[in-house]
């Protein structure tokens, strides 16, 4: 169970043949000489620098820099990690395909990311996907393949849903448009009422095993999606308090986020005894 939520989701293959420019997303060109991801950001380093001779008893400093193009923040998982989980669960595994935080507005060089990471993902036998992509005006990017949406953030959800419909999708992953799925929960109830079985509404966004009957209930869906993750204490003895490895609003450095198992056994058996 991932922690996004606002994503549409299909196991469809997916077209992964290149496209032109299109209007209205940010075109990012660089020189042929770069190698660097454009989604990664660099960081120069510079060597000592090198002298060189501009005749008797000068110099001229030219420091040899070079750029380092650390991995962005991803939100998906790495092929060597779906390959592990693969091989630990029986369950169908959707791997989230999301070159970056933010926004759902991609450049090119980010959707040619997306294209490589859904090549790696069936590759490696993810058993669907999970994606979004809308058009700078908030509608869905019917040009981006098909229709990669990030349904929360879409400007006419029940329009978005018969998009979606028509292009196949069998899933729509969506907090009802608000903060959480509960706050959102009579968007759900109209969209899962809406697609009358032709897509299935999947609440998700802030479920926990003290909301999830009143969700459940309150929406007619048959599927819920969250997290169900705790904090572990790191196992790290030694601890240096005054260097964090990220921002200065990421997670604790020596804190980490698992899924927990017995909340896991919890919200189960809150959902089979409602659905």
Known sequence: MSGGRCEASTSRPVPLSGAPPRRGRPHLVTPPSTTAPATAPLQASSHRPTAA??????????????ARAP????????????????????????????????????SDREVEVMKADIRLAKLHGADGLVFGALTEDGRIDTELCTALLAFDMVHDPQVALETLISLGFERVLTSGCDSSALEGLSLIKKLAEQAKGRIVVVPGGGITERNLQRILEGSTVSEFHCSARSARDSGMKFRNPNVAMGAS???????????????????????????
């Open 249 to 275: 609003f990421s997670a604790p450095e020596y804190s980490i986020k698992v899924a927990d198992v017995a909340k896991v056994r919890t919200l189960n058996a809150i959902a089979k005894n409602i659905l």
């Open 71 to 106: 991995p962005p923040p991803r939100t998906g998982p790495s092929s060597r990690l779906l390959q592990v989980v693969k091989q630990c669960v029986r369950v169908p595994v959707f791997v989230m395909i999301r070159p970056r935080g933010g926004d759902f507005l991609y």
């Open 53 to 66: 001779g501009t005749g008797a008893g000068g110099c001229c400093w030219r420091p040899r820099s070079r």
